[in-house]
């Protein structure tokens, strides 16, 4: 084991969980507790806790499938300013946690495009003010609702959309993105101190959000 490896399981709290239910994308994931919680305290409460992911919840209600839904893609399911409360009572989903988007919205059974990609699994297509029929026209997706993600990049490779905690590695540190392929591995370099070339979901079980 590598010791850039090594140093990820020492400084990150991971959890082993039976299912997948917490494999959440830091977009999607909904606040299940308090700035600080510690993992023992949130587990506590029947919720997620990764702290794999510097900038996002590390205490998370587990996985809804169905209300994976990236804000570019929401059909509106109630009025500005609805509830939580009175958005489920609609059986509608519920995610306040990018602003001026839609946060009351319907199902993700509708959803079903290569460009629906959660931030933490684009990789670049473009550079800084490409246009969107610029980035288009090179085979790539646009898409510029959320401000702080890259907003052209790769379509979906399904099998890749794994999240830091549960990557298992298939390479060694400073593998170049062509040797890491070229293994038939994935590889991922938006976060920092983690793996970033790694096996493809397949041989991790479970479903993803």
């Avoid at 917490?22 to 999607?28: E, K, R, T």
């Avoid at 994931?29 to 506590?44: F, K, N, V």
């Avoid at 101190?193 to 959000?209: H, L, M, R, S």
């Amino acid at each position: 084991m590598s010791l850039i490896r090594n140093s990820v399981l020492v400084f990150f709290t991971i959890q082993a969980f039976s299912t997948d239910e917490c494999h959440v994308s830091p977009i999607n994931r909904e606040e299940c507790g308090w700035a600080g919680i510690s993992a023992e305290m949130c587990e506590s409460r029947e919720c997620c806790f990764d702290s794999s992911i510097v900038e996002a919840l590390w205490c998370f209600k587990k996985a809804n499938r169905q209300c994976a839904v990236l804000p570019n893609y929401r059909h509106d399911c109630g009025w500005p300013g609805i509830s939580r409360e009175k958005c489920e009572a609609r059986d509608c989903c519920f995610n306040s946690s990018t602003p001026e988007t839609k946060w009351c919205f319907e199902t993700k059974e509708n959803v079903d495009d290569v460009c629906h990609v959660p931030p933490i699994y684009r990789e670049e297509c473009g550079w800084a003010g490409i246009s969107a029929e610029t980035c288009e026209s090179n085979g790539c997706c646009f898409d510029s609702s959320i401000v702080e993600a890259k907003w052209c990049f790769k379509k979906a490779n399904s099998q890749c959309a794994v999240l830091p905690n549960y990557r298992h590695d298939c390479g060694w540190p400073g593998i170049s993105r062509e040797k890491c392929e070229d293994r038939g591995c994935c590889f991922n370099s938006n976060t920092p101190g983690t793996i970033w070339c790694f096996e493809t979901k397949e041989n991790v079980d479970g479903n993803y959000a």
